[in-house]
Structures are given as C-alpha cells and as structure tokens.
C-alpha cells in the first residue's frame, strides 16, 4: 500500500517560533509537493522538488523555505511562523513520468500560529 | 498556464438523489483532469482522472465525469448520492507535458438524510 505520511497532525506554535514539517514517501518518487488548504481557495502550492536537493518556488513560497536531502523526505520550514500561516498544509508525492502521473496526498498537518 | 473554476462552493442534496458538481478549466495546452474528494480530516485521494479515449470515465464507486472539450468542462455526476459521500471535491488540471497541478477551490458536497 502506497503512503505518504506527514510527521504531525495538528501542530500548534506560537509566533516567532520555527517550525518543521516533515513528509516521508515510500513509493520512490522523485517530484514531492507541499501545499496549504484554506477554506474558498483550494490548493495552493507553496513548493516543490523534481529531485533530490532540488527545489522550485510554487505559487505562494513568501515565509517558508524547504529541504530535500534524501528523495523519500520532503520538510517544509517556517523560520519565524506568523498567525497569516495558521492552515492545513499537504504534502503530495508523483513519479517523473511526464503525463498522466498522479499525485499522492499524505493526511495533513493542521497548524495553528497563536 | 492552467485554472480551475468550481462555481458551487457548496452543494446539499438528499440522500439518494443525484448530483452534478461543475469544474471548468481554462488551458493553452492540451491536459489531463482529475477529481480527488477529501473526507474529513483526511488528505486527498484520487476518484477519477481523464487522461485520453473515451470522454466519460467511471470511478468504483458510481462517480462519472465527462470531459467536453468545446465547453471546457470536466463535470462530475453521480445519479443516487449516500450519506458517506459527504466530502470536499476537488477539481484539478494538469499539462500533459508539465508535472505540477492546478486544483480548483472544491465544492463541499453534504448529502442529507
């Protein structure tokens, strides 16, 4: 069975602090994704990587940063979290295969900034 | 570049009776569709996907979608709701040569009893 899994499921930080989400896959994916959820605006991609030690700017990066050392692990950092940055953050797996390659969600990690 | 319009942010309907919730999309390049559903305190899973072939695609359990290309639409049907299909969708497009997706804002589906 395929898995995507995230290192919490609710996190709750206080502002100023830096934070750490981790996402493992075991499925040897080489693209991992890290989006957040926010009611009325779907999915926004914060970003991603193609491979190992790689990374890309997504839609919305502005106060996050992201590691890839190993190709099962994909962490996103909030280096000083503000309370605009409370949400449900996905992390998402894909093989490279261009085309048709669907994306594999992990179960979330709901953050709270007080 | 791609977008997603989900125009229901929220659908009710009672338990077995049918539902269509809209997806359109807007793209310069040809594109894969696919609907995913989160249930509650859940990550997303995959229902359906178009990919090529024929234009109406069957999930296992009684969603379709039809994908109409004039019209730019990847509405998804199901002809009798259950109570456990009470979820969010979402729509999501993605270029057939690029590796990132465009998910719409989802539609929350609540299928009363």
């Known amino acids: 069975d395929v898995k995507v899994t995230q290192s919490s499921r609710y996190l709750v930080k206080r502002t100023g602090e830096k934070v750490f989400l981790e996402c493992v896959q075991d499925m040897d994916h080489e693209n991992m994704f890290w989006y957040r959820q926010d009611p009325g605006l779907g999915l926004r991609l914060i970003y991603f990587?193609?491979?190992?030690?790689?990374?890309e700017k997504g839609d919305i990066p502005e106060g996050y940063s992201v590691s890839r050392e190993k190709k099962e692990r994909f962490s996103l950092i909030l280096e000083s979290a503000s309370t605009n940055q409370t949400s449900m953050y996905l992390c998402?797996?894909?093989?490279?295969?261009?085309?048709?390659?669907?994306?594999?969600f992990g179960p979330g990690t709901r953050l709270t900034v007080l | 570049a791609q977008s997603v319009t989900q125009l229901d942010s929220q659908v009710p309907v009672f338990e077995e009776a049918p539902v269509e919730l809209r997806c359109n999309y807007s793209?310069?390049?040809?594109?894969?569709l696919f609907w995913y559903v989160q249930y509650p305190n859940q990550g997303l899973q995959l229902l359906l996907k178009y990919l090529s072939g024929s234009t109406l695609v069957e999930s296992i359990n009684g969603f379709e979608a039809e994908f109409n290309k004039s019209q730019t639409s990847f509405h998804l049907r199901k002809p009798s709701v259950h109570i456990s299909d009470t979820a969010e969708y979402f729509c999501?497009?993605?270029?057939?040569?690029?590796?990132?997706?465009?998910f719409g804002p989802g539609t929350r589906l609540s299928v009363l009893p």
């Open positions: 793209s310069s390049v040809s594109v894969y």
């Open positions: 990587s193609y491979d190992v030690k790689m990374k």
């Open positions: 998402a797996s894909s093989a490279r295969l261009a085309g048709n390659n669907e994306q594999f």
């Open positions: 999501a497009v993605k270029g057939r040569y690029g590796q990132n997706f465009v």
